[in-house]
């Protein structure tokens, strides 16, 4: 009785490693940890907000994504994947809460979801990957913020999908729409570089941007100047230091969906900064994931805001850019329609260069 | 540990005349008042500033910007005036509720008062509510916060102080519990650092708007508790006492706490909440003119608007980032709060 107990202990044990040793894949995560699957992923979790889109752009499918992050998911069915993935809608949010500690899995709806592979915040501490390797899971852990490791979160995609070509495709994309914009970048003059601020929060109290922030990134990319430089990530700042600031061009985040530029034009104090007075202040975009945070669409925030600061320096026909990335990204073309609500044509329509953006040369 | 509140503990001799302690105290005030006025990340220099302010008053020729007119009128001087007030109001709130309590660790937010506006607020900003709606939800679960209290408190009609402190903890624990399960649920990319921000406390969304809504209720507060100075006085010498020289012990200890409700409600309210100036600038003022309410409520009430503003001049000057007011306050405070702890004590022992 003990001993064929015992035996099939060791059968299952044997059993268990063989095909690991067998024909594992392995790959490092963005950690430098090794991550090893027997076979591509069948049931991916995600638990980063940006993570679940990321994986349906470089899979170009939502059918092995199994449960993402709630705050993912209000990303899909406010934008436009949940309509070309209308399967995304049905995939499980209740893995995670929603707000602080919401990083922290409950692991028991975890394994019931039987995952091959989550991926998990590698910057947040440990408390939040230990459960998960505490529960055998394998975890594949991400880092996040610049545009290093986007790249790296998209290889990473790749590889747990079994598609690094794929990653390889959406990087030289990446690569390619850098140097076109590094290339006229270039031409403009120190004097005409305008000052930026990009407002991280404003619908109740403001925070900006600062300097080591993928906003930054972004507005330093296209020639632009990060006004709020000296803050820190998201520092809370005053009306009356944004006033001092003097910005050309205001950025509004998306994630605060009431948010609209009346917020700037109808304050005292921020009506009477430059880029009021000139009309631009812009509302960040959103399409398969927001466009303000890096994602698999970032090369299109660029274009957008290429565009919109230095019209004369940058001529992207944005809206064939978009069709173009949409069908690489996820087989899909989008209607004229589809267009304004990514490009916010409603809310950002009547703000300085944006006529730019109300139709295409191409089509 | 029953410190100097109850004991009559006047300077025996008074080195300096009270008409001139009077005098340096509104000095103090108003300097720090008109400083706050003249420091900010926008560079007005201060002569300009005071010019501005005069000309709403004095034919002056104009000489400034549009811009810097709207940071000095619009952005600064309700600010100013907001930070003063609840300094004000939070400080005497908080010496009458430690006479009343007969202890000194006393705060306006042991009522449950704080606690349950903090949770209005950040349920008003988790909704993406702001401005007034946001302003009535704190006041209004405050209000709330304060009326659960003096129920559970009452036990066959009356209400023993011990009681009031213990069921105020108990409020205050329920509701920062709801505050957390609010944060739990918050989108972590929008309302919930806009939840944390405004729980750590900031005048940065001052308007005059808002000092119109917070202005009635810190007056009133601090005009009732005014009135109320003398009994505040008797009810400090305890219940027994208080009762025996014929005083509604229940009746006045329910006027100061409305009163004190009303104050921290307001302040809470509209500038999210600061911790540690109702609990240390009355252990300040005391030190300086004893625990005679008639004397200890303005001298805290002048001294907690010179410390708020002195305090938020450092919120909105020192980075581009606005730092939270409670983290500067409990950064300061705390080691006053020890300083004077100790040399009370000092003076205690010494008496």
């Not at chain 1, 998201?234 to 998306?254: C, F, K, R, T, Y």
């Amino acid at each position: 009785m003990i001993w064929a107990e015992f035996l099939g202990v060791a059968a299952l044990l044997i059993g268990c490693a063989a095909p690991l040793r067998a024909q594992a894949s392995c790959f490092d995560d963005l950690t430098a940890r090794q991550v090893c699957l027997d076979r591509p992923a069948e049931r991916v979790v995600t638990i980063p907000m940006p993570s679940a889109s990321t994986f349906i752009a470089v899979d170009g499918a939502a059918q092995r994504l199994v449960g993402m992050h709630p705050a993912s998911k209000r990303a899909i069915d406010e934008g436009l994947l949940g309509r070309i993935f209308p399967q995304a809608r049905a995939i499980d949010a209740s893995i995670a809460g929603a707000g602080s500690d919401g990083f922290m899995p409950n692991v028991e709806t975890l394994a019931r979801l039987d995952p091959d592979i989550v991926v998990q915040w590698g910057d947040r501490g440990d408390d939040i990957v230990g459960p998960l390797r505490n529960a055998g899971l394998t975890a594949a852990l991400l880092r996040y913020g610049t545009e290093p490791f986007a790249r790296g979160n998209l290889t990473l995609m790749g590889d747990i999908a079994g598609k690094p070509e794929r990653a390889k495709e959406l990087i030289a994309w990446r690569d390619a729409t850098i140097a076109d914009i590094e290339k006229a970048a270039r031409d403009i003059r120190d004097g005409r570089r305008l000052k930026v601020v990009f407002l991280q929060r404003a619908a109740s109290g403001l925070a900006a941007a600062g300097a080591n922030s993928y906003n930054d990134f972004c507005i330093r990319l296209v020639g632009g100047v990060n006004a709020a430089a000296e803050l820190v990530g998201a520092g809370a700042v005053n009306a009356e230091q944004i006033a001092q600031w003097d910005p050309d061009v205001i950025l509004l985040n998306s994630f605060e969906e009431q948010l609209a530029p009346a917020r700037i034009y109808d304050d005292a104090i921020l009506s009477a900064t430059r880029a009021a007075r000139e009309r631009r202040v812009y509302k960040m975009p959103i399409g398969g994931y927001r466009w303000d945070p890096p994602s698999q669409e970032s090369p299109l925030t660029w274009m957008w805001l290429a565009d919109i600061l230095y019209p004369g320096a940058f001529h992207f026909d944005l809206r064939a850019e978009i069709a173009r990335a949409y069908r690489l990204l996820y087989g899909f073309s989008p209607s004229d329609s589809d267009m304004d609500e990514i490009l916010r044509i409603r809310t950002n329509g009547d703000a300085r260069h944006y006529e730019r953006f109300a139709t295409s040369a191409t089509r | 540990m029953s410190l100097a509140t109850t004991t009559d503990e006047t300077p025996q001799r008074r080195a300096i005349p009270r008409w001139a302690g009077a005098l340096a105290i509104l000095t103090l005030l108003l300097a720090a008042a008109l400083t706050a006025l003249c420091v900010g990340r926008f560079q007005i220099a201060p002569l300009k500033a005071i010019a501005i302010l005069l000309s709403r008053v004095a034919p002056l020729s104009a000489d400034w910007s549009v811009m810097d007119e709207r940071i000095i009128l619009l952005v600064r001087a309700p600010r100013v005036l907001l930070a003063a007030l609840c300094g004000a109001g939070l400080a005497a709130g908080g010496a009458a509720l430690q006479g009343v309590f007969r202890n000194p660790l006393v705060a306006p937010q042991i009522l449950g008062v704080s606690p349950g506006a903090a949770f209005g607020g950040a349920l008003a900003i988790s909704l993406g509510l702001d401005g007034f709606a946001l302003i009535g939800a704190a006041f209004g679960f405050g209000a709330f916060a304060l009326l659960l209290v003096g129920c559970l408190a009452r036990v066959e009609g009356r209400s023993d102080t011990v009681m009031l402190v213990l069921t105020g903890v108990v409020i205050g624990a329920l509701f920062a519990a709801l505050v957390s399960l609010l944060q739990f649920v918050a989108d972590p990319n929008s309302s919930l650092p806009a939840i944390i921000f405004w729980l750590m406390g900031s005048f940065s969304a001052a308007t005059w708007a808002r000092v119109g809504v917070a202005a009635p209720g810190v007056l009133i507060g601090m005009a009732t508790l005014w009135l109320l100075r003398f009994r505040i006085d008797v009810l400090s010498l305890g219940e027994e006492e208080a009762r025996a020289l014929g005083l509604p012990v229940e009746r006045d200890r329910w006027l100061v706490f409305a009163a004190v409700a009303l104050i921290e409600g307001a302040a809470v309210a509209v500038a999210g909440v600061v911790g540690w100036v109702g609990l240390v600038v009355p252990h300040a003022a005391r030190l300086l003119v004893g625990a005679d309410q008639r004397a200890l409520l303005p001298v805290s009430a002048a001294l907690g608007a010179a410390y708020l503003l002195l305090v938020d001049s450092l919120a909105r000057s020192v980075t581009a980032a606005e730092i939270p007011l409670g983290v500067i306050t409990a950064l300061m405070g705390a080691p006053a709060f020890a300083a004077l702890l100790r040399q009370t004590r000092r003076k205690e022992l010494g008496a």
